[in-house]
């Protein structure tokens, strides 16, 4: 089946919400669902996702490498808005957790994960 429909072959399925391209159905599926997935699109039939036609490989961009796309030069992270880089710098990449739960020794790099967990493992 890899020789047959992949092997050599360019990518013939586009995502509709941003440059990433496929080999094959299933995989573009999991993409939207991953990465674009929002409650609104639980009923969303996946017709769009049919073969594009081919283009230049210098017109198609890696997955989290177009434009928009703010890259953490520490760990690789790729985020869609600068503010959120901007908090990952501040809060997350290289440090320790700071948020400590006071029923039990779980740590958190965000206080909204620290107050989930409570209510959910504590409540």
């Known amino acids: 089946m890899h020789q047959k429909r992949e092997c050599g072959k360019e990518p013939s399925f586009s995502c509709p919400h941003c440059p990433y391209r496929s080999k094959q159905k299933s995989h573009m599926k999991r993409h939207v669902r991953c990465k674009h997935w929002a409650p609104e699109w639980t009923n969303c039939s996946y017709s769009q996702l049919q073969p594009q036609p081919q ?3 210098l017109d198609v961009q890696r997955p989290g490498t177009f434009p928009g796309q703010f890259k953490c030069h520490l760990c690789g992270k790729v985020y869609r808005w600068k503010g959120n880089l901007v908090s990952h710098l501040r809060l997350e ?6 948020q400590q739960c006071p029923l039990c020794p779980t740590r958190f790099k965000h206080k909204s994960h ?3 967990h409570i209510k959910r493992r504590h409540n």
Do not use: E, M, V
């Not at 990449?93 to 700071?98: E, I, L, S, T, V």
């Open 55 to 57: 283009t230049s490989a």
């Open 93 to 98: 990449c290289g440090k320790d957790p700071q």
């Open 114 to 116: 620290l107050t989930r």
